[in-house]
């Protein structure tokens, strides 16, 4: 599932690419119709104006005041192919100059589209926008710029680690004083965009064990905490998250973006990088968890 990175990392590659450069909306395409809410005919004409985040959710501002809120869920997927590039990718060369993939990966981002997993599709003067989704839990959402931030889903996101002070997330903790650190991070709520993978590892930054009861982190504990949740997720950010260009090595091979950065997440049974202990994986509120028993301690 895409965390808050990952959409940071494809906010920040759709703008590279699409911004200034791709003309106006000529067609949308909706092959499933719950994926898309709202009128599509709205944003035609539009020009892209700007791409905008807010937690996991992707913002996209047209030119005629509309937006496109893009919410990935599961196995969304956001592909942009420029004009003649639609087809199979043939060389490595095309995909750095005329694509970009990001979301939940698979073979999506470098196969023929549309397909059977294409459930919107925005024709541009300049190149399509495909939004695919497997399982589709994901959606796009077009409605007035003005009520983005009145959306459900926005506005009950709590602040983001880089927007938090310590004293804030020390005095939200208190009031879940008796949950696991581990469950009480995930909530968005609480704080937004950190996921399983980050809040695993934003834990293992700050040597607290997840187990721990947020009432008995102290105030220190909790500035380290919220420091590493900026780092690990800058760190991911800078690592290029689950792009084409991390899915695609130069070699041919499928690679796995999280070897980039991650310390424990998915590492259960290989050594902890600072004291070789063996990294432990265990459920907690129903989400796996993983920690280094030594490096994390629970008293
Ligand atoms: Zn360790």
Redesign the pocket.
């Known amino acids: 599932m895409p965390e808050l990175p990952e959409v940071e990392t494809i906010r920040r590659g759709l703008e590279e690419k699409m911004l200034g450069r791709v003309g106006k909306v000529l067609d949308v395409k909706v092959y499933e119709q719950k994926s898309l809410i709202g009128e599509p005919e709205i944003i035609l004409g539009a020009e892209i104006e700007g791409f905008d985040r807010k937690g996991k959710a992707l913002i996209v501002h047209f030119s005629n005041g509309f937006s496109a809120i893009i919410h990935l869920r599961m196995t969304g997927q956001l592909i942009w192919r420029e004009k003649y590039s639609c087809g199979d990718i043939k060389s490595e060369q095309e995909i750095v100059e005329k694509t970009f993939a990001g979301g939940h990966p698979s073979e999506n981002f470098v196969a023929k589209l549309p397909n059977k997993q294409t459930r919107v599709e925005i024709v541009f003067e300049n190149g399509v926008l495909f939004f695919n989704d497997q399982r589709k839990f994901g959606f796009i959402k077009i409605l007035e710029r003005d009520e983005v931030k009145k959306d459900k889903f926005i506005k009950k996101l709590a602040k983001e680690p880089w927007e938090m002070t310590p004293e804030e997330l020390f005095s939200k903790l208190q009031k879940h004083k008796g949950a696991p650190i581990k469950t009480v991070i995930l909530d968005q709520t609480v704080i937004a965009g950190l996921g399983n993978i980050y809040a695993d590892e934003a834990l293992y930054f700050s040597g607290i064990n997840p187990k721990r009861k947020a009432g008995e982190l102290t105030e220190e504990e909790t500035g380290i905490l919220l420091l590493g949740a900026r780092k690990v997720m800058e760190k991911s950010i800078e690592a290029g998250g689950s792009t084409i260009r991390n899915y695609v090595k130069s070699d041919g091979t499928r690679g796995d973006y999280l070897d980039l950065f991650a310390e424990v997440y998915n590492r259960e049974g290989k050594e ?1 990088r ?2 070789k ?1 063996k990294i432990v994986k265990e459920k907690l509120g129903g989400r796996g968890t993983h920690y ?1 028993p ?2 994390q301690k629970e008293n």
């Open positions: 902890c600072k004291c202990t280094c030594k490096c």
